[in-house]
């Protein structure tokens, strides 16, 4: 007998409950439930952590653009005074918030490969074998996408930064 509904448990219990060498039938769904309930939470938890470090991110890329521009007033005059326009004075900058987000994000795509390569394909596979893990061809994924949503966070976040600065 195979169950393919988990609701349908009852039918289960009832038809092994009187078998001889059968001690107890239990049904450990309210334990599972409270896994896959935690699980989920985690989960959620997870995703608005991300959200917040976006955020963060965000913010530290913005507020490190108009320290570079408030350090180089001079030069922004200057660049003003022989009429540069604001896309000329704004390149460099969005440049350079691109360079670093360039340079971040292979950083943690390697620590994120890296991680997967030692932690858990060295440790883990070795020390808990009756699961599945992720596995380095599957973390390849992770570094290209780093690098894009990297760029181009820094690229609007610099672009937001430098503008409201050269309005002011």
């Known amino acids: 007998m195979k169950l393919v509904d988990p609701s349908r448990s009852q039918i289960i219990e009832e038809r092994f409950s009187g078998v001889p060498g059968v001690q107890s039938v239990k049904d450990q769904r309210s334990l599972l439930d409270r896994i896959f309930l935690f ?13 917040l470090m976006l955020i963060a991110a965000v913010l530290l890329i913005s507020t490190t653009i108009r320290l570079s521009a ?4 001079r030069e922004i005059g200057i660049m003003r005074l022989v009429g540069a ?3 000329f004075i704004q390149t ?6 691109i360079v670093a987000a360039l340079v971040g994000a292979v950083l943690a795509g390697v ?6 390569k030692f932690f858990v394909q060295d ?5 808990v074998p009756f699961t599945s893990y992720i596995t380095v061809e599957q973390s390849l994924i992770v570094p290209p996408i ?7 966070l820094s690229a609007i976040a610099a672009k937001v930064a430098i503008s409201r600065y050269l309005r002011v």
Request: proline share 2%; hydrophobic share 60%.
């Open 92 to 97: 460099p900058f969005i440049i350079e918030g």
């Open 70 to 73: 408030f350090s180089r007033r």
């Open 146 to 152: 780093l690098i894009a949503v990297g760029i181009v």
């Open 85 to 87: 326009s604001n896309r």
């Open 111 to 116: 620590a994120s490969v890296a991680a997967v």
């Open 39 to 51: 699980l989920g939470v985690a989960s959620y938890t997870a995703i608005a952590i991300a959200g």
């Open 123 to 127: 440790f883990l596979v070795t020390q």
